[in-house]
């Protein structure tokens, strides 16, 4: 998991982009989209990880810098 490619997609994809770039990693197909990652799992993380994001913004009524925050909470509180 890659905060900075996280960032970059949250900022420069839409969610219907990021949802078709889930949907092409769910079924093995030809991405959308570039998406950074050493293998499928890093990009679906990478693209799960956006949507997050991008929903809490919304949600929230947040900016960016306090959604990646919560999300990085949220990682951290399920591997412990």
Do not use: C, W
Not at 10 to 23: I, N
Not at 34 to 51: F, N, P, Q, R, S
């Amino acid at each position: 998991m890659k905060i900075g490619v996280i960032k970059k997609l949250a900022e420069s994809l839409s969610m219907d982009e990021l949802r078709a770039a889930e949907e092409a990693l769910y079924n093995d197909l030809t991405l959308p989209t570039m998406i950074e990652g050493d293998d499928e799992g890093e990009k679906l993380t990478h693209v799960l990880a956006a949507i997050f994001i991008q929903e809490y913004i919304a949600e929230n009524d947040s900016d960016l810098k306090t959604a990646l925050r919560e999300y990085a909470i949220k990682v951290r509180k399920s591997i412990s």
